[in-house]
Nanobody
Framework: QVQLVESGGGLVQAGGSLRLSCAAS????????MGWYRQAPGKQRELVAT???????NYADSVKGRFTISRDNTKNTVYLQMNSLRPEDTAVYYC???????????WGQGTQVTVSS
């Protein structure tokens, strides 16, 4: 089992920045990749960014150049630095941890990010 606890969401004006954190605990040795997904009202959950245990990052086109995903293995924590935020970035952001061998995903409880225009 893996537990994920997110923090760092909030309300920010367009053009501003926020940093999300996701701390993992439990069977973290089994995690192959961690990442962030988001879900806006009335829309499907979508990938924002992921990072493998080896440090390879992947981003949605909509956030490339504005968001940066990173990880601190000593703290078992993944971060999402979000700059130049836009109103369309408003969503609930969910932390994800993936176990590829068994094709299983763990999810955090979600944190609200609201960007005002």
């Amino acid at each position: 089992q893996v537990q994920l606890v997110e923090s760092g969401g909030g309300l920010v004006q367009a053009g501003g920045s926020l940093r999300l954190s996701c701390a993992a605990s439990g069977s973290i040795f089994s995690i192959n990749a961690m990442g962030w997904y988001r879900q806006a009202p009335g829309k499907q959950r979508e990938l924002v960014a992921t990072i493998t245990s080896g440090g390879i990052a992947n981003y949605a086109d909509s956030v490339k150049g504005r968001f940066t995903i990173s990880r601190d293995n000593t703290k078992n924590t993944v971060y999402l630095q979000m700059n130049s935020l836009r109103p369309e970035d408003t969503a609930v952001y969910y932390c994800n941890a993936a176990q590829w061998v068994i094709s299983y995903d763990y999810w955090g409880q979600g944190t609200q990010v609201t960007v005002s225009s």
